[in-house]
């Protein structure tokens, strides 16, 4: 083999080999964005299944209470339908309990369409299309 062959298969060889290295360093650049998106898409699941689960309070600040208070006497409304006493007021965040029809509620304020509750010690929130300030038993609270 003549010398100046030779370099050309070495070169070649070099080239080669540096083609290798960078279609594997692709390869495995695609590999971990995979994985990554693979993790993301997990992590993204799993948030949904947990608060689908009603795993543990993640969050445990409450809204402000709104611009319309309630005065120091103890107010009570009704469900009028079996209904959500809900964490934060909408209708994304976690379920607390689900009230009865005709449940006692003590109301603690107003928000946006809903009512700040108290029921058995818990508070939340419940839409006020559900609640009545008439007395299922038949008095009316004023």
């Known amino acids: 083999m003549k010398k ?3 370099k050309d298969v070495i070169i070649a060889r070099i080239i080669f080999a540096a ?7 692709v390869i495995i650049s695609l590999g971990v964005w995979l994985h990554g ?3 993301e ?5 799993q948030v949904s299944e ?16 709104t611009e319309n ?6 107010t009570c409304v009704w469900t009028n339908t079996g209904v959500n006493l809900r964490e934060q007021p909408n209708t ?22 809903w009512v700040k509750v108290s029921y058995n ?20 609270e004023e």
């Not at 083609?19 to 360093?25: E, G, K, Q, R, T």
């Not at 976690?94 to 449940?103: F, N, Q, S």
Request: net charge negative.
């Open 4 to 6: 100046s062959h030779r």
């Open 19 to 25: 083609m290798c290295i960078v279609l594997l360093a």
């Open 37 to 39: 998106r693979k993790a």
């Open 41 to 45: 898409k997990n992590a993204v699941s």
């Open 50 to 65: 947990q608060q689908n689960n009603l795993p543990a309070v993640q969050n445990t600040e409450l809204p402000p209470v």
């Open 69 to 74: 208070p309630v005065e120091e006497t103890e």
């Open 92 to 113: 994304d965040c976690r379920i607390l309990t689900i009230l009865e029809e005709g449940a006692e509620l003590t109301l603690l304020g107003e928000e946006d369409g």
């Open 121 to 140: 010690d818990v508070e939340g929130y419940v839409s006020a299309e559900y609640v009545t300030d008439v007395d299922p038993a038949g008095t009316t």
